[in-house]
Structures are given as structure tokens and as C-alpha cells.
């Protein structure tokens, strides 16, 4: 398929194998400035990244690995969570497209779950220069066409295994590279507010109580109202609001 963009993906770095594609990105951008929407690519990572530390799975040439250098200067450093709002719009929205009947939601912040299962992450690492940001890497992993996963991942999935559809991965990442475009020149051209209310509405947990472990150990059970511009979430518990950082909280039976 062809890529039909403006920008994202119109320069790409394929690399067979890497360490991180967030790792070669931070070094391309180290030593020069690719254009804004330079995409690197790869069929394996040795030591792929994933939050807060966590490592990410992938075996070779099954499923999306990519990352992104984009440029949003127009945007202030302290609204960096903005950039995490577009990209999980724009990742949802594919695995939509690709799965029309699929329960596919947000879990805050940026996971991509089908029903109970999450089949995509985003890792975005911003450079900040003062009050702004200077550059961003924003990663992403989705499981296209995995059938296994290590048995120690508590609820991973992947299109093929939610949809019985094996794809061809150039296909999925045009299309993703369209997504990730249409989604942050929306946020570019001051769509925020558009897409935010696409985010909460489609966020994991808004629905239906669930259960949430604080940095103490304790156990809530509360409904899910909100995210703030900070990127706070807010949580309805025992009939009141409460707000929580991304180290404030975690969900249970999640990875
Ligand atoms: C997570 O859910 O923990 C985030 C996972 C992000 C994985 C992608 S794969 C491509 C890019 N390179 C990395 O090392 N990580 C991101």
C-alpha cells in the first residue's frame, strides 16, 4: 500500500534488527535533525522499552515497532500530555479501523486495549527546551500478527488473535502513519479539545467500576471520569472525585 501522507513516514529508516527504535531515534537525533515525521522502523528489537521501566515483546517481523521524531514546538512543555491524547487517538482509531466490531479503549494513559486485552503500547520521550518541547520520539508497538506471548505477560493480544485476519504489515503501517498524521495536526491546529473528548469517551474503565491499587497497597473500586490537561485521571470513589498521577495508581490485572 501506498504511503499517503503529507509528512509522517515520507522519510523512513528500516533497521532489521535494533536494540530500541526509540534508542536509534534519540540517536539520529543526537548527531542531526531528520525531517519532522521521520519514521524508524524495525522486524526486532533486542531490548525494546516499555513503561515505567517494562520491557516490550515483540518476535521478529510479526508486528508494528516504530518510532516517530516529530517537532511540536507549538506546543508548551506543560502540555505534553496533549501529545500522549492524539497518539493514543490515532493508534485506537487504526485498531478500529482494522477491527470494526472490536470493544478497542484507552487505558489511561496511553495503552491500547481490545476488550480486556491490551494489543498496542506507546512509549514518547519529549526533549524539552525551556517551557517547550524541542523534539519528541513517539514509539509505538502493536501486535499485528503474534500469536504467542510469553506466559509471564498477564493479558497481551494482537489483531491476528482478536480478528483471525493476518495482515501485511506494510499495509497496517501506512495506514498508521495516515492516523498518527491526521491526529496530530489536529492537535497542531488547536483540535485539542475534539480529541480529548475522543480519548475520555473511548477510555478503558469509564463504563464499569474497576478496581485500582494505590502506592500504599490499598484496593479502590471506582469509575473512571476524566483526565485533566496534566494528565491526571480522575476517578469517582465512594461518590467523590479524586485525581491521580501515573505513579499513583495502578490497575489491577493489568500489565
Ligand atoms: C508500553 O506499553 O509499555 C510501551 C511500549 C512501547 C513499545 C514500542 S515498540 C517501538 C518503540 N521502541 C521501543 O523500544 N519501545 C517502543
Not at 533497521?15 to 534519540?26: C, G, Y
Not at 494482537?158 to 493476518?166: G, K
Not at 480529548?196 to 469517551?201: A, C, L
Amino acid at each position: 500500500m501506498e504511503i499517503n501522507t503529507i509528512f509522517i513516514g515520507q522519510s523512513l529508516i528500516h533497521l532489521k534488527e535494533v536494540d530500541s527504535t526509540n534508542i536509534a531515534a534519540q540517536n539520529i537525533l543526537s548527531e542531526s535533525q531528520p525531517p519532522e515525521g521521520t519514521v524508524i522502523t524495525t522486524s526486532y528489537q533486542v531490548s525494546g522499552r516499555g513503561q515505567i521501566g517494562n520491557s516490550w515483546y515483540s518476535s521478529k517481523e510479526k508486528n508494528i515497532m516504530c518510532s516517530t521524531i516529530l517537532y511540536p514546538k507549538w506546543l508548551l512543555a506543560k502540555e505534553q500530555f496533549h501529545l500522549n491524547i492524539a497518539i493514543s487517538c490515532a493508534v485506537r482509531s487504526l485498531v478500529q479501523k482494522l477491527i470494526p466490531t472490536a470493544n478497542v479503549r484507552i487505558k489511561w494513559p496511553n495503552d491500547i486495549y481490545i476488550d480486556d486485552k491490551k494489543t498496542a503500547g506507546i512509549l514518547i520521550q519529549n526533549t524539552l527546551s525551556g517551557s517547550g518541547i524541542s523534539s519528541s520520539i513517539v514509539g509505538i508497538g502493536i501486535n499485528v500478527n503474534e500469536t504467542e506471548f510469553p506466559s509471564e505477560l498477564p493479558n497481551p493480544t494482537s489483531i491476528l488473535l482478536s480478528s483471525s485476519v493476518v495482515r501485511d504489515l506494510d499495509n497496517v503501517y501506512a495506514e498508521l502513519y495516515a492516523e498518527i498524521e491526521r491526529y496530530y495536526l489536529k492537535l497542531r491546529h488547536d483540535q485539542i479539545y475534539t480529541i480529548k473528548e475522543e480519548y475520555v469517551q473511548h477510555l478503558y474503565g469509564k463504563d464499569r467500576p474497576l478496581n485500582f491499587i494505590l502506592t500504599d497497597g490499598r484496593i479502590v473500586t471506582g469509575i473512571i471520569q476524566d483526565v485533566i490537561d496534566s494528565g491526571k485521571l480522575a476517578i469517582l470513589i465512594n461518590g467523590e472525585e479524586k485525581l491521580f498521577a501515573f505513579r499513583e495508581l495502578r490497575f489491577q490485572h493489568s500489565v
